[in-house]
């Protein structure tokens, strides 16, 4: 697996390539799923025309996606059409920042969007990306990824100000447990929030997009994916972050059960994500209120 091209503070950062092996079909054992696809698509298809039916009291009609071609972003774009029907638009927007390949890749995007007959703008911010790295130009292992996440999820947030629609997210809940927010797309909504990743290709495969994907291979193909910092696929990271937040299963007993060599990379696994994992908002001090009394 070829990593020569991710910074080696980014992959210090992760848990790194486990040695030995993982054990992938003893991990399948693991029910990390909250149920069938099927079950899921109902359940989101339903939250989506609740909370669209509730943001229409305050103006907001309709929905617009962020569109890479990727797993997340199609498979949210066709939820959204499912729940939509004919009483909601929904847009797909693709922002084209200059880069080198970035043409092609629009290109793909368009022909994705096409496939998943739904609108579609592409948005060039070849000079908004320049005039920003301009101001201030990208120095860290994380500030290319930053900028250009930031400036695609503005410029979708101002797509759907001009539509007065809402922003639906494309994360999902494998990403927020890595704490993966560097790259993660926000919006008011968030229909994959509770879905790990191997679940998202589930549903992808219910309703037969799996060929609508430009790019099958999760992560981001112009820093690194996500096998490349992981070491691992969603074979195996999505039934150890189930065993490891919502179990609670200690690294040793993990690794003992499941006929993981490598106890440390499991142990840098649980430390990630109890300091990264689902830190999706700000924070804030709970700071006492004083009580005042009259007179």
């Given amino acids: 697996m070829a990593t020569s091209r991710v910074p080696l503070e980014v992959l210090e950062s992760f848990p790194g390539t486990p040695q030995g092996p993982c054990n992938p079909q003893a991990l399948a054992a693991v029910r990390f799923r909250h149920g ?9 298809v ?12 305050i103006g907001l009609h309709g929905a617009v996606i962020g569109l890479s071609g990727g797993l997340d972003s199609v498979v949210t774009v066709r939820l959204c059409q499912m729940a939509a029907g004919r009483t909601q638009a929904v847009r797909a927007v693709t922002v ?18 096409r496939q998943l007959g739904v609108e579609h703008l592409v948005v060039d911010a070849t000079e908004v990306r320049r005039a920003m790295l301009e101001a201030c130009p990208a120095s860290g292992p994380w500030s290319g990824i930053n900028t250009d996440t930031r400036l695609i999820q503005d410029l979708v947030f101002g797509v759907a100000d001009r539509h007065r629609s809402t922003v639906v997210s494309t994360g999902d809940l494998s990403e927020k ?19 790990y990743k191997s679940e998202v290709i589930d549903i992808a495969s219910a309703i037969e997009l799996t060929d609508t994907l430009t790019d099958r291979r999760p992560g981001c193909e112009d820093y690194w ?11 195996v990271i999505d039934p150890l ?8 299963r200690p690294p040793s007993w993990i690794a003992e059960k499941y006929g993981i060599v490598d106890i440390a990379w499991i142990e840098r696994l649980a430390h990630r994500v109890a300091n990264q ?13 004083i009580s005042l009394s009259s007179g």
């Fill in 177 to 195: 447990l890595m704490g993966r927010q560097t790259e993660a797309f926000y919006g008011q909504l968030e229909p994959l929030g509770s879905l």
């Fill in 241 to 248: 972050l189930h065993l490891l937040r919502t179990e609670n």
């Fill in 96 to 113: 084209n920042l200059g880069r080198p390949g970035d043409a092609e890749r629009t290109a793909s995007c368009v022909e994705c969007a």
């Fill in 46 to 57: 339903q939250f989506l025309v609740t909370e669209w039916k509730a943001l229409e009291k």
């Fill in 225 to 235: 994916y996500d096998d490349e910092v992981l070491g691992v696929g969603y074979d």
């Fill in 277 to 289: 994992g689902l830190r999706t908002q700000c924070r804030w001090p709970a700071i006492p209120r």
């Fill in 36 to 44: 069938t696809a099927q079950a899921s698509i109902d359940v989101i």
